[in-house]
């Protein structure tokens, strides 16, 4: 992949979010349940996505749309780790994304997932209005993740537009409805899971699936847990894997993958190379408690423990 100009990566979370993880014996229904242990961290993909791009050392600034106390509390955490936050301030709260842990494989890991504050046309365009501003001295643009309610149809679509005017390459991580609204605005690289590619091409398989995505972006990357990533770009096919012992979390492993990637195109890595630094940058968040957080000196340990295989077809 060739190299970005100079200047911040611009990471876009419409949907910022306070990820809050209660530990519990046992969940059970209409019951009372008292929490043995709570933590709680920024969240949102794109947010997880600047943070990592933070912490590997490249210039980055987050846009969001930030609501109450918990939009004051991610953007104070931001600024903590180095990430500047941009965007318009709403009187209703972030929402909040409540994980349950519990030993019990009937409720492990129960996730009630927030919907955040409601926005109307004039909030759209304001963020629009400050993308617009932020675009010009960006080397790239991240955007990631759902929309609070009261998005527009196509949310991604005037972004991704005015990226395409100014010449930037932008990166796009989202599913669903969301996606398939985007991907005729040819964003140029495109996350999604292996669930996420089965969905938009839901009758035709796999291989279908990825033969479509490429039709749209000039850089896909597929994610398959455990089974690594296969990045593709024009005729080039690559699966990428890394081995850990432990697993801690994997909560936000892609969104630390997708900063590999746009660190790796901003530092004018080649394709394999690419694939290398974005695998080791989803790997490393395995291994910390913090949510879609990696360390440096953790991706720097696992990059040499990296494989990666060509592959001549869709091999999923």
Wanted: a negative charge; proline letters at 6%; one cysteine or more.
């Amino acid at each position: 992949m060739a190299s970005l100009d100079t200047g911040y990566l611009l990471c876009f979370c419409p949907n910022p979010s306070v990820d809050t993880y209660l530990w519990v014996e046992k969940l059970e229904k209409g019951a009372v349940t008292r929490a043995q242990r709570e933590s709680r961290y920024p969240g949102g993909k794109g947010l997880h996505v600047a943070l990592a791009i933070a912490e590997m050392g490249e210039p980055t600034v987050l846009l969001g749309v930030w609501g109450g106390a918990t939009g004051q509390w991610l953007q104070s955490e931001c600024n903590r780790l180095g990430v500047a936050c941009f965007g318009p301030q709403l009187p209703a709260w972030n929402r909040t994304c409540l994980t349950i842990v519990s030993p019990d494989a009937e409720t492990k890991d129960t996730e009630i997932l927030g919907m955040g504050p409601e926005i109307n046309l004039s909030d759209y365009q304001r963020l629009l209005a400050d993308f617009r501003e932020l675009v010009p001295q960006a080397s790239g643009i991240v955007m990631s993740g759902s929309w609070p309610p009261g998005a527009p149809k196509d949310p991604y679509g005037p972004f991704l537009e005015l990226a395409h005017q100014y010449e930037k390459k932008a990166f796009l991580d989202c599913s669903g409805a969301t996606l398939l609204q985007a991907l005729p605005h040819r964003p140029f690289a495109v996350h999604v899971n292996k669930n996420e590619a089965e969905a938009v091409s839901p009758d035709e398989g796999q291989g279908a699936a990825v033969a479509n995505l490429l039709q749209h972006c000039d850089l896909l990357a597929l994610t398959a847990g455990k089974d690594g990533l296969f990045l593709y770009e024009n005729d080039q096919a690559v699966h990428a894997t890394c081995h850990l012992d432990q697993v801690i979390s994997a909560v936000g492993s892609g969104d630390c993958l997708m900063a590999g990637l746009a660190v790796a195109y901003r530092r004018g890595l080649d394709f394999v190379g690419s694939a290398r630094l974005g695998t080791a940058c989803g790997t490393a968040n395995c291994i910390r408690e913090d949510l879609g957080m990696l360390y440096k000196k953790d991706v720097d340990r696992l990059l040499p423990k990296v494989k990666v295989d060509i592959i001549e077809t869709v091999k999923l």
